[in-house]
Each structure stands twice: as C-alpha cells, then as structure tokens.
C-alpha cells in the first residue's frame, strides 16, 4: 500500500520559517520525481518546488530564493524548507511523487495547512 505523508504545518508570522515533510512507502522512492504544490483558498494549485528522481531542483519564480527541496532516498522523504515567508504563501501544501516512465504512477498526500498571519 502506498502512503504519502505531510508533516503537520502550522501558522507562522511573516519572515519566520517552516519545514514541511514528506514521508513515503510502498514506493520504489529512488525512481519518483517529487513535487510540492500548494492550493489557496479560490485559487488554482500551483507547482512550487520540485526535484527529480536525479536530484535537479526547481522552484516557481514566486518561492525561488526562498524555499528549498531536498530529498534523502534513504529515509525516502522529500522536504520543503520555507524561508522568510510571507502572507501569500498562506496555502494548503501538497506533496506529490510522480514516475515518469512506464509504468507511470503518481501519487499525492493529503494536504497540510500552512499560514503566515501576523
């Protein structure tokens, strides 16, 4: 059975940093790439960060700078670590594990709530 975990979130004042979690079984982690998406309130889900099964990074111009992902294919978790944050990164954050070649597979967690209010 495969499982896809978010650590909790939480609320947070702007500036402050997060580190969000994602933990995963019953998947061969190595060959996934792994994707962090967030939803907000009567928006769309947007893609914020990214790294390949090879390890290649990538964020969305909004995050870049700011936020990271890593992974450790050992433990087979993939992290988000949330700097200097601010009000508009107030969303609901997804984790995402993708194949990409036959078969192709891809599943999510089931959301943690982060909130950066004053």
């Known amino acids: 059975q495969v499982q896809v975990v978010e650590s909790e979130g939480g609320l947070v004042q702007p500036g402050e940093s997060l580190r969000l979690s994602c933990a995963t079984s019953?998947?061969?982690?190595?060959?996934?790439?792994m994707n962090w998406y967030r939803q907000a309130p009567g928006k769309q889900r947007e893609l914020v960060g990214s790294?390949?099964?090879?390890?290649?990074?990538n964020y969305a111009d909004s995050v870049k700078g700011r936020f990271s992902v890593s992974r450790d294919n050992a433990k087979t978790t993939v992290s988000l670590q949330m700097n200097s944050l601010k009000p508009e990164d107030s969303a609901m954050y997804y984790c995402?594990?993708?194949?990409?070649?036959?078969?192709?597979?891809?599943?999510w967690g089931q959301g943690t709530q982060v909130t950066v209010s004053s």
């Open positions: 995402n594990a993708v194949r990409k070649f036959v078969p192709l597979r891809e599943y």
């Open positions: 790294i390949t099964n090879s390890g290649t990074a």
């Open positions: 019953g998947i061969t982690f190595s060959l996934y790439d």
